[in-house]
């Protein structure tokens, strides 16, 4: 298992649980729900923010909040 913040643009996985519950509603109601897949679309410059698609949309995450959600990669 990996944070979502640990994954390479293009790279795919399955959102397994969060590690914040501060945050874990805030995420839920963006559409990060466990057992969702989630691609990393891009990464800016400095490495935060990050884009992802989920739930059919993009989403653009800070990395403190990807650090927060657990995944599991597809290879």
Known sequence: MKRLSELKVGRKAKIHSFGNDDLFLKLMEMGC???????????????????????????????DEAVTVFVEEIN
């Open 33 to 63: 729900v466990p057992g969702e897949m989630i691609k990393v679309e891009q990464i800016a410059p400095l490495g935060d923010p990050i884009s992802v698609s989920v739930a059919g949309y993009n989403l653009s995450l800070r990395l």
